[in-house]
């Protein structure tokens, strides 16, 4: 299989926008931990190949452990996570399947007991991206190929 399409060349505009938000992200106050564990997750439910390859290693290069990165399918059931980080991935699985429930009141007031109001605004925008992210690597079709997604 090959990419269907490369949106960065055809809409470079539209691409460079969404790699502004990557690069403002990368400057929040969110730890390389909770960013990995939302790039991770997300990942897995969008079932983007691309996304977990590149986001594993990224999250062992940062210091991540191998068994974390293996429960992290079962984090609700799993001792491995904090009830922090618990919260942190309970709002990625609603925000990324937001059309199930949206975030729910009781994952948000979760969020709340752990996280700044900012913080938390961050954490919304970072599950956002990497929501876009899954979808232009799945529908072009990426893994597929040796471009780089961003």
Same mark, same amino acid.
């Given at each position: 299989?090959?990419?269907?399409? @490369?949106?960065?060349?055809?809409?470079?505009?539209?691409? @460079?926008?969404?790699?502004?938000?990557?690069?403002? &992200?990368?400057?929040?106050?969110?730890?390389?931990?909770?960013?990995? &564990?939302?790039?991770?997750?997300?990942?897995?439910?969008?079932?983007?190949?691309?996304?977990?390859?590149?986001?594993?290693?990224?999250?062992?290069?940062? +210091?991540?452990?191998?068994?974390?990165?293996?429960?992290?399918?079962?984090?609700?059931?799993?001792?491995?996570?904090?009830?922090?980080?618990?919260?942190? &991935?309970?709002?990625?699985?609603?925000?990324?399947?937001?059309?199930? @429930? +949206?975030?729910?009141? +009781?994952?948000?007031?979760?969020?709340?007991?752990?996280?700044?109001?900012?913080?938390?605004?961050?954490?919304?925008?970072?599950?956002?991206?990497?929501?876009?992210?899954?979808?232009?690597?799945?529908?072009?079709?990426?893994?597929?190929?040796?471009?780089?997604?961003?």
């Amino acid at each position: 299989m090959k990419q269907r399409l @490369n949106i960065q060349e055809l809409e470079p505009n539209a691409y @460079n926008a969404i790699l502004g938000i990557f690069k403002y &992200l990368e400057t929040s106050t969110l730890s390389k931990k909770s960013k990995n &564990l939302i790039k991770i997750r997300a990942s897995q439910i969008n079932i983007c190949a691309y996304c977990i390859e590149m986001h594993t290693a990224e999250a062992l290069k940062n +210091g991540e452990e191998q068994n974390r990165i293996f429960a992290l399918s079962a984090w609700k059931e799993s001792p491995l996570f904090s009830e922090k980080e618990k919260a942190l &991935l309970a709002a990625t699985d609603e925000i990324t399947l937001i059309s199930d @429930n +949206g975030l729910t009141e +009781g994952t948000f007031q979760k969020l709340k007991e752990y996280f700044t109001d900012n913080e938390i605004a961050q954490i919304i925008m970072q599950i956002g991206e990497i929501n876009i992210w899954n979808r232009i690597a799945v529908s072009t079709q990426m893994f597929h190929t040796t471009s780089k997604i961003y």
